[in-house]
Each structure stands twice: as structure tokens, then as C-alpha cells.
């Protein structure tokens, strides 16, 4: 017999009859939001917009792994604004998130960064480049902290 949480019931009320995120085809809490999500490959296992507070802006494309874990209030921005006109994006190369990474709360990734496997970005980080799979960094702007083979 399938249990539901409370979480789960809150989620189906928000996204099915409410229509807050009634686009996205994952579950994403209600105080997140996912700007198209028709341009966000995901992996198995992989539900960004799940944590509360979450911005995920994919005008880009965004294209994350297997496994990876994306904390609370993490933005994900794939296009920046023309500076010369609001009203449009700059084109960028779609950001991609490698498999099994931890996106940790309150982190920031720019567009075009491409993270490897298994990376984890300490809370608070601001991402504007890429980095090579299982390193952990943060930071702003992020920086190598040590790689996770180090312990």
C-alpha cells in the first residue's frame, strides 16, 4: 500500500490544482520555480525544484545526471539578460551537471558551466566556471576546495 507525506499531499494540491509549477513534469515544492522545463534533461533519480526555495531558469537547456541532489534555494540559471535590452537573453552553451553531485543550499550556477561527476558545491557557492568530476568547491566565485578522494 503506497504511504503518502504530508510533503507529497502539499505537492500534489501546489502543482495539480493550484497549478503552481503545473508545467513541470517532476514534483517541485510549491516556493520553487522551473522556467522550461520542456529545455532540463534529467538522469534517474534527479528532481531539481524538489527542495524549497529553488530557482531553475532553463531558457538555455540544462542537463543534469544520475543521482545528483540539489538543496535548498540553489538557482540554476542557464541565459543571463542582453544588457542593453532586459527584455531578452544571451545565448550560452546549456549548463550541465554531472551525476551524483550535491548542490548544496543557497548555491548559484551560471550558464555554461559544466560540472563533472560527482562534484559537490559547498552552501552559498556562486559557480561561474566549470570543474572536473569529484572535486568539492566553494566560494565566490568558486574555487577548488580539495578533491573528494581526499576525504
Known amino acids: 500500500m503506497a504511504r503518502f507525506t504530508r510533503d507529497d499531499v ?36 534527479t ?9 531553475i531558469q532553463a531558457i538555455n537547456g540544462i542537463i543534469i545526471g544520475d543521482n545528483t541532489n540539489v538543496g535548498p534555494g540553489v538557482g540554476i540559471i542557464s541565459a543571463n539578460h542582453d544588457p542593453r535590452d532586459n527584455s531578452r537573453h544571451l ?22 558551466v559544466t560540472l563533472g561527476d560527482g562534484v559537490v558545491i559547498g552552501a552559498g557557492s556562486v559557480v561561474t566556471h566549470s570543474f572536473p568530476d569529484r572535486v568539492i568547491i566553494a566560494g565566490n566565485p568558486a574555487q577548488v576546495i580539495r578533491s573528494v578522494d581526499e576525504g
Open 10 to 45: 502539499h505537492a500534489f494540491i501546489a502543482q495539480r490544482i493550484l497549478r503552481i509549477n503545473g508545467h513541470v513534469p517532476w514534483r517541485v515544492h510549491f516556493t520553487s520555480r522551473v522556467i522550461n522545463p520542456e529545455r532540463i534533461t534529467l538522469g534517474r533519480n
Open 47 to 55: 528532481f531539481p525544484g524538489d527542495s524549497p526555495g529553488c530557482y
Open 91 to 112: 545565448p550560452a552553451p546549456p549548463i550541465r551537471i554531472g551525476k551524483d553531485c550535491w548542490i548544496g543550499m543557497n548555491a548559484v550556477i551560471l550558464p555554461g
